[in-house]
Nanobody, 119 residues
Framework: VQLVESGGGLVQPGGSLRLSCAAS????????MSWFRQAPGKERELVAA????????NYTDSVKGRFTISRDNAENTVYLQMNSLKPEDTAVYFC?????????????WGQGTQVTVST
């Protein structure tokens, strides 16, 4: 069971990156998928989330209109397209898979990928 993120790197302000998260070892379509991020000295925050079908998404206010989450259920992959990047988007980005079984939520996490927005 694992989530493997890729696509991070160094980009100039105003640039774009696309993060990918490849899932394996579990039934991908049973899980809601999200992207979180954690900047140095700050708590981990939810950036974007997608329901199991991908039919419903939501975003934290600071990325609305700039980031897009999508999933390919045939490829067991979730993406985060990030446009118009700002220095404050610099963080480690984590992929999350979440499922509710009875009354309890279970989370799976990737190892994270660094995104640095700087000149």
């Amino acid at each position: 069971v694992q989530l493997v993120e890729s696509g991070g790197g160094l980009v100039q302000p105003g640039g774009s990156l696309r993060l990918s998260c490849a899932a394996s070892g579990f039934t991908f379509t049973n899980y809601d998928m999200s992207w979180f991020r954690q900047a140095p000295g700050k708590e981990r925050e939810l950036v974007a989330a997608s329901t199991r079908s991908g039919g419903s998404t939501n975003y934290t206010d600071s990325v609305k209109g700039r980031f897009t989450i999508s999933r390919d259920n045939a490829e067991n992959t979730v993406y985060l397209q990030m446009n118009s990047l700002k220095p404050e988007d610099t963080a480690v980005y984590f992929c999350n898979a979440r499922i509710r079984i009875w009354v309890k939520w279970y989370d799976l996490w990737g190892q994270g990928t660094q995104v640095t927005v700087s000149t």
